[in-house]
């Protein structure tokens, strides 16, 4: 359990701003033709979000997706490509609806309808075009899964190949989601990459997926996503707080709770790394502090080890002259998530030893 200390520790370091995605889809007045093909006129006018990041990992994915989304009266569109150095290797073998898609190459998008983080619905599918849905519900038990919303859905999977990588062609209509979208609407969202070898999966926005849909990104309706955008900032800030890092296909800006100005992130980027590497230092110092015999001594170090790998992991690139915007982008939504788990071991060490002097007192008497 935390101490106050450590929840102050938390709480400003949550003040420098959340780090959250957003995606601007527009409006179509001519859906493209469903076929899996990505050569409809209607997708060169959608912003093409990438940089697609790996699960459970740290860094890129080695092979690239990236995703489009559109909307007309009565449904969203989504245009998916996967690239892939060896197609060989992609795997597709499934055909029955709701059956174990994510055993072949494949696709997870979430939907959170009312921008509730309580709520989502995935869908799914292969290149055979096989069909999976569920409801997910968060609950203090953990997560509850639905099948059954599904049944008799509208939404349709088309899919292609080519010689580097393949596509899909997604129809949602919004009453599959019980949505009356209009322009200005704020939705979750998130596309998922299921790779049967390689990466295995692989996200756009950082955190959300299957087990924490409360960190999905999100869908912005009908509106370009500029400085300008208040109605937006205002939106995000009911579930993220006042003060946001967001990053969209077009660049990335932060947000007091007044205005927004765009971000040259490396600076900032190398400032927090290096405030990063004095809190390593504190917990190796606290963790030579703890017993030998401690149990938790042995897991704690390996910890400690890995967080200062994928530390090194996100901080390596950016010591090159030139550094592309996916890796500073990548680097500012990885290490606040390194500088929390890096957070929390430091006051597990600490609870440990205020046991450690506790027991040595006792001891004493």
Known sequence: MKT???LLFSCAAMSAGETVYVYSAHKTDKPPKLDGVLDDECWKSADVASNFVRVHAVGLARNQSSFRVLYDDENFYVALDFQEADMTK??????????????????EI?????????DAFRISSNLKNARGDVM????????????????GTGWRSYSSRYDKGFCFEI??????LGLVIKEGDLLGFQVERISATGDFVSVWSPKGNYEHIQYLGHLYIGRKISQESHDLFDLLAQRHGPNLRLVHPGGVLDWDGKTAKAVELLPLIRQEADSLTKLFSQTEEALKTLADGNKLKKGCSDQLEKLRKDLADVTTPLAAQSVPQAEQTLASARIPIIRDALDTLYWQIREQLLFQQLANQAARR
């Open 90 to 107: 992609v795997r597709a073998t499934l055909v029955e609806r709701d059956s174990a898609i994510w055993t072949d190459d494949s696709y």
């Open 171 to 176: 129809v949602v209509p919004f009453h599959d």
């Open 110 to 118: 979430y939907f959170d309808p009312g921008h509730s983080h309580m």
């Open 4 to 6: 106050i200390l450590s």
């Open 136 to 151: 997910i519900r968060r609950t203090l038990a953990g997560n509850q899964y639905d099948a059954g919303w599904g049944v």
